[in-house]
């Protein structure tokens, strides 16, 4: 069975994001099974956030959401202490070897090593901490995947899913339309344009060379299938045209356009042997969650975890939590 694996974009994101900094002070924020998780190790990632998100923790709000982030960041060291020594317990490694592997990965994402070391600076972090995080990564991935090997996902797992998620697979009705936009005190120019498109006039052309909205007119003023819709008085105009028909000026929030509608498509669902695939990956997904989350709970429960961090609000266990 596959176990659905972290990308290599969103390894570097957790790494630059939450860093695990190293430090020599002899503090202590908690202690699990006897090891200690250091306080200024807990503070540097504290300070990291506080860094990357100011605005977060500004208001009178703000203290509350910096106390919940640090009983979050605490809890999560915890999980990664408890991760590290259940895999010891299982005999579980990673070589070195292959740590440089993946760090070779994330480099890869950059166009060059000088590029990817600016990164890691700006995150406050070093060749060190990195190797580690990723060292990690690699522990939790070998232990769910023995956690996981007996998943099956079976196709009537799969028809349940789709049966019960039928809107997640619908297609609604949508009008792919291009248009040209002026601004509201060109709208001398915009009549021009649309006598020129009614004459015969190249529409992508005109939409290159007039058109206020940038982005559609680097595509001769193509807006795709819609992701979402349109402001109503464009999506009005849209629904009246036929295909191939030009508007008159829509007056908008945006200002004045004209539009040309392309093609249209029905509402549709998606067959079952279409989505099959994708709903078995979500599924292997929810099952691999559920088998992490169930053995971390277990391994909590029966973990020496003790907080010293009073301010936090997070309970020691001896005895279970």
Not at 156 to 177: L, S
Not at 214 to 221: D, Q, R
Not at 279 to 293: K, S, V
Request: proline share 2%.
């Amino acid at each position: 069975m596959r176990l659905l694996r972290l990308t290599t974009a969103l390894l570097l994101a957790v790494v630059l994001i939450v860093p695990l900094a190293g430090c020599g002070d002899d503090d202590v924020a908690a202690r699990v099974n006897g090891e200690v998780i250091k306080l200024t190790e807990l503070d540097s990632q504290v300070d990291q956030l506080m860094e990357q998100y100011p605005d977060m923790f500004e208001g009178p709000d703000g203290e509350g959401r910096l106390l919940d982030f640090k009983q979050r960041l605490l809890d999560n060291l915890i999980n990664n202490v408890l991760i590290r020594q259940a895999a010891d317990d299982e005999g579980i490694s990673v070589s070195s070897s292959e740590v440089d592997e993946q760090i070779e990965e994330l480099k890869a994402g950059f166009p060059t090593d000088e590029d990817f070391e600016a990164a890691l600076e700006s995150a406050g972090m070093d060749s060190d901490s990195l190797e580690e995080q990723l060292r990690d990564q690699l522990v939790l991935e070998r232990l769910l995947e023995k956690l996981t090997s007996e998943i099956e996902i079976t196709d009537e797992k799969i028809d349940e899913y789709y049966a019960g998620n039928q809107m997640q697979f619908t297609q609604e009705a949508a009008v792919h339309a291009r248009h040209i936009l002026f601004a509201e005190e060109d709208k001398a120019l915009a009549e021009e344009v649309l006598a020129e498109l009614r004459a015969g006039g190249d529409f992508a052309a005109a939409a290159t060379r007039d058109s206020i909205d940038t982005v559609s007119a680097a595509e001769g003023g193509d807006l795709g299938w819609p992701t979402m819709p349109y402001v109503a008085e464009f999506q009005e105009a849209a629904d009246a045209l036929e295909i191939g028909e030009i508007s008159d000026l829509v007056q908008t929030t945006f200002g004045y356009h004209i539009i040309e509608v392309l093609e249209r498509r029905d509402e549709s669902v998606q067959s079952l042997e279409d989505v099959k695939g994708q709903i078995e990956e979500i599924l292997i997904q929810q099952a691999n969650a559920d088998a992490y989350q169930i053995y971390l709970d277990d391994i909590r429960t029966d973990a020496e975890i003790e907080i010293l961090v009073e301010d936090l609000g997070l309970p020691s266990s001896g005895d279970g939590e």
